[in-house]
T-cell receptor, first 114, second 111 residues
Framework: DAGVTQSPTHLIKTRGQQVTLRCSPI?????VSWYQQVLGQGPQFIFQ???????GRGNFPDRFSARQFPNYSSELNVNALLLGDSALYLC?????????????FGPGTRLTVT | KNEVEQSPQNLTAQEGEFITINCSYS?????LHWLQQHPGGGIVSLFM???GKKKHGRLIATINIQEKHSSLHITASHPRDSAVYIC?????????????FGKGTHLIIQP
């Protein structure tokens, strides 16, 4: 089975622009979470989606939004990009919403904002 | 929000040494994750544990729920173990939640 996939792999945007990142979970996984990892730091929790509903949100501004589709794939949108949004964006999928299920991470999308 | 602290932040050891990485968290949890991240960003789940001890090959993870502390041990360390090791706990301490991560331990095993 294919693992978690993310697209694009790399992206360069200019301040003020908008970006959409995509994630396809492992087949059968209904939970998708998004994380931001700034260079040298651990990942920071942005959103968790389960069965197409937002189930958890980290401490990120409203410029960040996401959605989950009927096939459980997900998109992360970031508006009005700032230089500080430059980071590796990771998606993780899991069978369940519960934290005591293994998380499977995608390879990430590296976003550079200039 | 759960606060997760890891130590040490950097660790360099010789091949064959016994390695210990520590993790503490602030809010009681139902499960804790240990993950491995290689250069380039890929993250692999090593363990998910809610009590006691788990072993996989040369890796051992333990957790003390009462003390809010977990450890990851590597026995007979090898250069291929060189990576960043991260512990992660539920963001709000709940049973259905995203994860909050420690800053990671950058491990280098020298031959």
């Amino acid at each position: 089975d294919a693992g978690v996939t993310q697209s694009p792999t790399h992206l360069i945007k200019t301040r003020g622009q908008q970006v959409t990142l995509r994630c396809s979970p492992i087949s059968g996984h209904k939970s998708v979470s998004w994380y931001q990892q700034v260079l040298g730091q651990g990942p920071q929790f942005i959103f968790q989606y389960y069965e197409k509903e937002e189930r958890g949100r980290g401490n990120f501004p409203d410029r960040f939004s996401a959605r989950q589709f009927p096939n459980y794939s997900s998109e992360l949108n970031v508006n009005a990009l700032l230089l500080g949004d430059s980071a590796l964006y990771l998606c993780a999928s899991s069978l369940s919403l519960a934290v005591n299920y293994e998380q499977y991470f995608g390879p990430g999308t590296r976003l550079t904002v200039t | 929000k759960n606060e997760v602290e890891q130590s040490p932040q950097n660790l360099t050891a010789q091949e064959g040494e016994f390695i210990t990485i520590n993790c503490s968290y602030s809010v009681g949890i139902s499960a804790l994750h240990w993950l491995q991240q290689h250069p380039g960003g890929g993250i692999v789940s090593l363990f998910m544990l809610s009590s006691g001890k788990k072993k996989h090959g040369r890796l051992i993870a333990t957790i003390n729920i009462q003390e809010k502390h977990s450890s990851l041990h590597i026995t007979a360390s090898h250069p291929r173990d060189s990576a960043v090791y991260i512990c992660a706990a539920p963001y709000s301490g709940g049973g259905a939640d995203g994860l909050t991560f420690g800053k990671g331990t950058h491990l280098i095993i020298q031959p």
